[in-house]
Nanobody, 128 residues
Framework: QVHLVESGGGLVQAGGSLRLSCAAS????????MGWFRQAPGKEREFVSA????????YYAGSVKDRFTISRDNAKNTIFLQMNSLKPEDAAVYYC?????????????????????WGQGTQVTVSS
């Protein structure tokens, strides 16, 4: 059974940085797609970023491109989301997700429904 545990959330001032981590366990993740989503109060869960474990290709939502960076540590089975130049609108619960099937198209990586496993989330608060 795949298990995802996020950490690294917290309170930061606008313009600051945070680094989220997602520790993945339960199997090897070669061939998986790993994603980060976020959900603010009263809003739907939205795509933030994705990474193809095999090959390392990365994808970003337009709202975070050039500010956020997704990466992985193969040895530790861990995914990171480096968030820079944070804005109040980035405040949300951030979720890590894993898709066991790589559909090979960035269109699918942004869809919640393609992810089989989810973490419990970590809160990010950005003060203005």
């Amino acid at each position: 059974q795949v298990h995802l545990v996020e950490s690294g959330g917290g309170l930061v001032q606008a313009g600051g940085s945070l680094r989220l981590s997602c520790a993945a366990s339960g199997r090897t993740f070669s061939g998986y797609v790993m994603g980060w989503f976020r959900q603010a109060p009263g809003k739907e869960r939205e795509f933030v970023s994705a990474l193809r474990w095999s090959g390392g290709s990365t994808y970003y939502a337009g709202s975070v491109k050039d500010r956020f960076t997704i990466s992985r540590d193969n040895a530790k089975n861990t995914i990171f989301l480096q968030m820079n130049s944070l804005k109040p609108e980035d405040a949300a619960v951030y979720y890590c997700a894993a898709a066991s099937r790589d559909r090979g198209s960035s269109y699918y990586y942004a869809l919640r429904g393609v992810y089989d496993y989810w973490g419990q989330g970590t809160q990010v608060t950005v003060s203005s």
